[in-house]
């Protein structure tokens, strides 16, 4: 069976940041899309419809069996928009690492801040727990992975939290409200895709669908 995986970095980030990831996948024989995009100089939905729309394009994805997406933090926002819009047939899995499903203790606390809207740009002021954003996402119709981590690779955001996170994203928030499986890694948010339990975990869930701890 033929796949494709589409990876899609965080805000702020560049494809390098998921380039370890990517080359892991490709030596398992899955065609790979990877590549930078303005995440904080447009909105989320501008970027969705055309780092996606490009993907798709450029890989032919009608080619493959299966079209899998894996996400960073922002990224799983994009595919979220694009997927509540648009159908793809032959859609694979959905791997998301740290995302703000219910947006961002941080992007709340700061979201008037200059260096915030600086850092950030209009996709920032997006996420948001109140954005109108989060109320065009639709239910996610495939298997969906969420892994978030537990411990705090940005310690100077942790006065925000209540509960457990990894920086800049809650456990509470990344959980989806459609049937998903969901696993919390001892590891901060900025470097969980580079984590070896982590990659292991995405690999055996786009291979069986079963998204577990290694043993």
């Not at 920086?167 to 580079?194: P, R, Y």
Request: with cysteine; glycine share 8%; proline share 3%.
């Amino acid at each position: 069976m033929s796949e494709a995986v589409i990876f899609i970095h965080g805000l702020g980030r560049t494809q390098w940041s998921l380039k370890r990831l990517e080359l892991r996948l490709q030596r398992l024989g899955y065609t790979t899309y990877n590549q930078s995009y303005p995440s904080t100089k447009q909105t989320v939905d501008l970027s969705a419809e055309s780092y996606i729309g490009t993907a798709l394009e450029t890989i032919d994805a009608k080619r493959y069996d299966k079209i899998h997406f894996v996400t960073h933090s922002l990224g799983g926002i994009l595919v979220r928009y694009y997927l509540s819009n648009h159908q793809i047939n032959n859609l694979g899995r959905i791997l998301m690492l740290a995302p703000p499903n219910h947006g961002s203790e941080v992007a709340d606390k700061f979201q008037d801040k200059w260096w915030y809207k600086m850092a950030t740009g209009p996709s920032g002021q997006q996420l948001t727990e109140t954005s109108p954003l989060y109320k065009q996402l639709k239910p996610l119709k495939t298997d969906v992975g969420v892994i978030i981590g537990n411990r705090s690779s940005d310690p100077w955001f942790n006065f925000l939290f209540d509960g457990e996170h990894d920086g800049k994203v809650s456990v509470k928030s990344a959980k989806l409200k459609e049937n998903h499986q969901f696993q919390i890694v001892n590891c901060g948010h900025t470097l969980l895709m580079e984590n070896k339990n982590v990659s292991d975990m995405i690999v055996e869930f786009l291979r069986s669908g079963e998204l577990k701890k290694a043993s």
